[in-house]
């Protein structure tokens, strides 16, 4: 991962959200399934600058 980490993803109360480390504010939010962690950990890779693994994200 050539890039620092800004992005995070956690478990909010409303489902999965993909929060700014700097602000500390929500960048986006997402359901509580499982699919949806993957989204949600898809958008934090993207944000980031990272690639997806070869293999996906499980």
């Known amino acids: 991962m050539a ?3 800004r992005y995070t993803v956690s478990l909010a109360p409303t489902g ?3 929060y700014d480390e700097v602000t ?3 960048v986006r939010c997402f359901g509580c ?4 962690r993957i989204e949600a950990v898809t958008e ?3 944000l980031n600058g990272w690639r997806i693994p070869a293999g996906g994200i499980r």
């Open 3 to 5: 890039t620092q980490r």
């Open 16 to 18: 999965w959200s993909v």
């Open 24 to 26: 500390g504010l929500k």
């Open 33 to 36: 399934r499982q699919g949806d």
């Open 44 to 46: 934090m890779y993207k």
